[in-house]
């Protein structure tokens, strides 16, 4: 391994989603697929307004906007997405705003909230539902699809657990505080909505398997965890030049070791839920 002063970091993502922005969607294979079963759950209809909460680069707002001819919406914390949203989608009739879900301040304005890979973000969650709750209208719906588990990507976990193992990174590892709210059951993202008034009308865990040579799988974990793991904000304390590419080398060595004739099977944990407000 090299050091951890090299900061020398081929191919590096960043370390948060404004930074990654750009090559977010080529990386988001994983966001994208899980985002197919999460239209079919919300139903858009075809005069129905729309907020996407947690857009990203505003791939699946510009989907979003093809189901329906009402407002659409898309709400993003970090600045780069909603910078490139605006850029690539310029002329699509989209109103991309930089919000975090707590800070929304719409009120019955939206029938539906669409909200891909983004949950997992918030922390704590409350008040963003409850910002999500006061957005919608009366019978307004919101769906949910999130990573979840405190192991919900066990690949992930495993090759986390040799940065935690590691001589270098381990020490600083240890000291990582986790932006996540990851619940292990249905029935606790149920209570979670319920909490802040909105009847569910369904939720279930769901566990997918994907393969990917471990170059690609790199690039899932570049497209999400690392937005974390390599995070400054979730440190107290200054990251030493060079972390972040120790982590990654470990990362690729940990996936690729996982492979089996070139191919990773990554397994995600994931919930899909529906809510109401009534
Ligand atoms: C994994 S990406 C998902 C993007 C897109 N929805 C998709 O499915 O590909 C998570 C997004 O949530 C955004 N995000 C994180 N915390 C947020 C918050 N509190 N409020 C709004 N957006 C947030 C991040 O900036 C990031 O763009």
Redesign the pocket.
């Known amino acids: 391994m090299r050091d951890m002063n090299d900061t020398t970091d081929p191919g590096a993502g960043g370390a948060d ?2 930074a990654i922005a750009p090559h ?1 969607v080529a990386r ?1 294979r994983v ?2 697929r899980a ?1 197919a079963q999460l239209f079919d759950l919300l139903g858009i209809g075809p005069h129905d307004a729309v907020l ?5 680069p505003g ?2 707002t510009a989907k979003i906007r093809e189901l329906t001819d009402g407002p659409v919406t898309g ?4 600045a780069g ?1 909603i910078g490139e949203a605006r850029r690539v989608y310029a002329g699509h009739d989209i109103a991309f705003r930089q ?4 800070g929304l301040d719409d009120v019955a304005a939206f029938d539906r909230i669409f ?4 949950l997992q ?2 922390k704590p969650a409350e008040p ?1 539902l409850a910002a999500c709750h006061r957005a919608l209208r009366p019978g307004g719906r919101m769906a949910v699809q999130a990573p979840a588990t405190a192991r919900y990507c066990p690949n992930f976990a495993r090759a986390m657990e040799r940065v935690a193992r590691d001589r270098q990174t381990g020490p600083i590892f240890a000291r990582f505080v986790s932006p996540w709210t990851l619940l292990e059951s249905a029935q606790d993202y149920r209570a979670l909505f319920e909490g802040q008034g909105f009847k569910v009308a369904a939720a279930r865990m769901e566990m997918a398997m994907a393969g990917y040579a471990a170059g690609e799988a790199l690039g899932v974990f570049d ?2 965890a690392a ?1 974390a793991y390599l995070n400054p904000d979730c440190y107290p304390m200054h990251l030493p030049r060079g972390y972040a590419a120790a982590v990654r080398r470990i990362v690729h060595d940990a996936l690729t070791e996982q492979a089996t004739d070139g191919r990773v099977d990554l397994v995600f944990h994931r919930v899909y839920l529906l809510a109401e407000k009534p």
């Open positions: 989603f404004g977010y988001a966001q994208q985002a996407d909460l947690g857009c990203g791939h699946l709400v993003d914390a970090a997405m919000a975090s879900a707590a909200c891909n890979s983004a973000w918030m963003a497209s999400g937005a």
